[in-house]
């Protein structure tokens, strides 16, 4: 029995690989299967949903919280990516752009930079071009940076730009010329743009005006029609009429629906809390450095970075006594050396730029700037009295600190984790824990402890520079294990963390992370979580338990968190963070919900910042948190959610019932095209050893080969898909390039594995069949489609699908040449074939022309209604003056009111000339848009044989 594949085969497997597809269901297939990740038919109907119409402008993708909107917008980035349309900027806050970079290379190997000031500094001094513009990559900054350089990115022809956590631009349409918001819609107009945000809408329908304005300026027409139309209404058909309007550019999904539907198990969060007390000597310091960084007159704090500053080193306060120790002995020597507090002083906290890029993003550059460029004012000019003795109580702070020994906090940790990892085991999960800790200093000191308390040889830590002994050994161990795969990124960075997590997968229970070393990292596989320093910031906090509280997760989450009950501002950020911010219990997601309506968690940091340094008593501090609360209250608001879920997302039954059959369509699109990737292999590769047990994998160049990720990463094989520049690329290159003359070939259905009844029923038959590559080029967009012209020896047409299905059956070329091919019924077949696929394709234009002439005649309507508005106000206005012109008996008051009636009627009748003129005006703006559109949908077709061949199925 063989099961041969010829090169003809290869050369349609290759062309069935690449075509881009008419329909929705082909559309996304390279990209589904080529994504390191379950992915869910939610996301892909969100991805189908952005990718639908080539008139599009771009959407918005408001699904709720924990439903992967970044899976989402990564599958459109890889279609465009795979389209060869990689001017793509992604605009993220700035803590999430390495978790955005990692996402991308990780699950869609997808190459892309990230861009601050400090990296195009470092690139210009190595003679590197900056990256902007040269499709090398996917450009990620953050909305600070992309605000300073909107100048640059006007002048660049973005095929995509994705705008994650969107509703920090909600407020464009009321915002300044030179907010951030108003550059960055100037810089990036007529740009298609994807707005990813749980929390589209917070306090009124004028923030989903604005973000919709950022995709397209005319889409609601202006401002005032908006606001008449739907601004301060109410009514169910003034809402009704809304949801019909969003319906193309807006998409919601919520966690209940996909939950119904079955394709989504949602995990809980389980908070525990650990008191501890300080010893004396440990509250000694507390009180001590905490009334210091009070004094407003100290000298090492600088004054122009002042507030950063302060909120770094009650961090490093917080965290730990050799964390102190280490910071005084820093700030000590730059006071002898008549300096002020700089960022070199603050490395204890792992990542200190990424939260001066936050401060940035806040407002708070100047801040941020002046520690990081050691720009302040330095201590040169200060009385060296006062100096000398502000160096002399530093001394003493950092004396009594080095004689600390021991900390109440660690000491809580030895004591509870035992239990807490017995508890995670009886539960199903894995014996690991992740610890967080913002000190580099405080991690080594949990390390030590840890391992001379019954961990030995269990600890791993993660940081942003992992130097220590243990790390390398580890790197290079992981280094030589991946050799030669596509694990290895050649980021040292990247391929560092990534030799760590695997270290924690398999090997090791304790990960002690800092936020900058975990960032984008997945730990799913650990569902235990302590922060054992706890940010003030509720976004890092979501983002640490986003680590473990993920897709994958198989069990609940549990969160630890450390409590000094000495500590009232303590208690009651604790209180602040679990109770308004509902961060550390609930279901996957429902806290970011929460977070979502947050234009910034640095502001909140710098609230408490100022509760924390002002309030001296305990009362005070209690007053100060209810009021902080109290705001809070009024922006979590639960009936606004409801509001925005009623408006934003369609009706259960009908979602779901599009989710299931998005199911079935996904997963055999997928399998279609895995089975035409391995067909390939096949046929390409006659050395290769396919695995008689597993149809997906096969051994060829001394590695195994498989079309399943997840089994390939555990096992350490080569993921064999497209979009890699690996094997399969050059596989499909090599197939396509190869010119085949006509050709017979025996097709043998015995030697199939698998049943396919119209194929079995042309047992004993022979006939002919030419594949050809049908390209239809319009100016929006290009698609193509596989044309098969196929019969039997009696002149019986084949059915393209039993065509393309018989093509997968095993074959072997037994004439090189034939000669008497019935070219005229070939041809025939083939243009009857093309006529078809040219109707479709036009029917389904049809349809993207009729749905932007709708949305031209709603904007045409917009037009009408404002100034309707005013009509109407206007004319009752003249009515009721007029009416009180009768009633007046005063004749000089009668005339009055009758001149100030016909002034306004005057301004009616102004109005309703604007409006008719303006009508007129619209009418002919129409019309050439209509043109414009129609234009971008012509078609020309364009068909290139790929090959002929007699066929015969034995």
Known sequence: MTTELSEYQAKFFANYLTSEGIFENDTLAQSLSAAKVDLNPHQVDAASFALRSPLSKGVLLADEVGLGKTIEAALVISQRWWERERKILLVVPAALRKQWAAEL?????????????????????????????????????????????????????????????????????????????????????????????????????????????????TYFGSEQAFRSEFGGREGGASQALLAKRLEPICKRTLRRQVQRAGLINYTNRLPKTFDFTPDQLESDLYDKVSAYLQDPNTIALGQNGRHLVTLMLRKILGSSSFAVTQTLDKMIRRLEAKRVVGDDTLDDLDGFSEHADEWREAGAGAEADAVE????????????????????????????????????????????????????TNKGGQRKAVIFTESVRTQTYLREILEQNGFEGQTVVL???????????????????????????????????????EAFRNDRKILIATESGAEGINLQFCSLLINYDLPWNPQRVEQRIGRCHRYGQKIDVTVINFLNRKNHAEARIHQLLEQKFKLFEGVFGSSDEVLGVIESGVDIERRILDIVQSCRSTDEIDQAFDRLQEEFSAEIDEAKRNARDKLLAEMDDKVIERLLGRKEAVNSAIGDFKRALLGLARAELPEARFHDDHAQRFDYDGMTWSTEWPE????????????????????????????????????????YDGNMGDVERLRGQSGWMRVARLVLNTPARVYDELVYAAFTEDGTPLHPDTAERLLHVPAQVTDAHVSDLPEEELQRVQDARQTEIVGQAQTMLATFLNEEEDRLDAWREDAKVSFDQQIKALTKEANEKKKLARATLGLEEKLELQREAKAIQRQVDDLQHQLYTRLREIDEERERMLDEIAEQLNLTPEMTPLFTIRWSLA
């Open 105 to 217: 290379h990780e699950k869609f190997s997808l190459p892309s930079v990230i861009l601050d000031t400090k990296r195009i500094r470092d690139l210009e001094k190595a003679g590197n071009p900056n990256p902007l513009g040269r499709d090398e990559g996917i450009i990620i900054m953050s909305y600070e940076f992309a605000a300073r350089v909107s100048d640059t990115l006007r002048h660049i022809a973005w095929n995509l730009v994705v705008f994650d956590e969107a509703h920090k631009l909600r407020n464009v349409y009321k915002a300044a010329e030179n907010s951030r918001a108003s550059v960055l819609r100037r810089a990036l107009a007529g740009r298609q743009k994807l707005l990813l945000t749980a929390t589209p809408l917070q306090n009124n329908l004028m923030e989903l005006f604005g973000l919709i304005s950022l995709i397209d300026e």
């Open 373 to 424: 460029d050691d720009s302040d004012e330095d201590a040169e000019r200060v009385d060296p009295v006062k100096l000398e003795r502000e160096i002399k109580k530093l001394t003493e702070y950092r004396d009594l600190a080095r004689s600390i020994s021991d900390n109440a906090k660690g000491k809580a940790l030895l004591d509870c984790l035992p239990t807490v990892l017995d508890e995670i």
């Open 463 to 501: 940081n942003g520079s992992n130097s220590d002994k243990d790390s390398k050994a580890l790197y290079k161990a992981w280094l030589e294990k991946h050799r030669g795969t596509d694990v290895v990124s050649g980021s040292k960075t990247a391929d560092m963390k990534a030799a760590i997590v």
């Open 712 to 751: 390939a990463d555990e096992r350490g094989w080569r993921f064999f898909r497209l979009g890699d520049e690996g094997l399969a690329d050059r596989l499909v290159a090599q197939a396509r390039n190869r010119e085949l003359p006509p050709a017979a070939l025996r097709f043998d259905y015995g030697a």
